[in-house]
């Protein structure tokens, strides 16, 4: 078995080292963040780092890169107070991945990867058409992460679209039947199948299935 200690991780080529660190720790989520500028420049940037912040109330909460260059979407949701989270899916991996590149500011990364720009609900900021899953959120707070730079940003989730048939009847969504992607470093994209689901822990009782039903 390969061993990479402190030392030897520390002399690593940075390309080869960014691969390795972000891809071991597993799948992640693969979502589009959409924004506007006050000049009504619409973003969109894909993002991997989306997590779940809790339910009560409902936030989220994603990994910012540091702000030493111009960060269009950062810019854009600190102006509006708001963007969207939305999930890529297995029919436009190419156009979620052109995302991340580096356009000038009046740009709109839409136009360019050829994905849709849609507003519902009179919300502040842009949704992607083609994703299955769309998060409306207003931004709330940011923490600095001492270490590196980075900004763990906080948004309020104000809004949820997806289809009817991906919501299990105590809310639990299905993922497969959206064909929702996961991404494995900056560059992987994986199609996830769910396998099963489980009945709540409890001390000296093995978990029943409840993938039919709980
Ligand atoms: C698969 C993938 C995942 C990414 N995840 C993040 C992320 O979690 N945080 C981040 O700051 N940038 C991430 N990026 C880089 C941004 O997409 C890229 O910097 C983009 O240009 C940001 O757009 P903006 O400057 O318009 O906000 C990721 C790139 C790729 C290809």
Redesign the pocket.
């Known amino acids: 078995m390969k061993h990479f200690n402190a030392e030897l991780l520390k002399e690593l080529p940075s390309r080869y080292k960014a691969n390795l660190i972000n891809s071991c720790t597993g799948y ?1 989520s ?1 979502n589009l ?1 959409g ?1 506007i500028s006050s000049s009504g420049n619409s ?8 997590v779940h912040i809790g339910s009560n109330p409902p936030m989220l909460g ?4 540091p702000l030493t ?8 949701f600190k102006t509006a107070g708001a963007f969207t989270v939305n999930q890529v899916c297995q029919n436009i991996i190419k156009e ?2 052109h ?5 000038d ?1 009046g740009i709109s ?1 839409f136009e360019k990867s050829g994905l849709t720009e849609t507003y519902l609900d009179d919300f502040e900021a842009p949704y992607v058409s083609e994703s299955p899953i769309k998060i409306g959120c207003r931004y709330i707070n940011e923490y600095e992460i001492k270490e590196n730079g ?1 900004l763990l940003i906080i948004g309020a989730i104000e809004h949820i679209y997806l289809p009817e048939e991906s919501i299990a009847n105590d809310g639990w969504v299905h993922l497969d039947k959206t064909n929702a992607i996961s ?1 494995v ?5 994986a199609l996830p199948k769910i396998i099963e689901r489980l009945s709540y822990a409890k001390p000296n009782e093995l978990s029943k299935s409840i993938i039919h039903g709980a």
């Open positions: 992640k693969s963040l924004s973003n969109l940037a894909i993002f991997n780092s989306v994603f990994i910012l890169r260059i111009r960060r269009d979407s950062y810019n854009n979620a991945h995302t991340s590149a580096k356009y500011e990364e980075c991404s470093g900056l560059d992987g994209y």
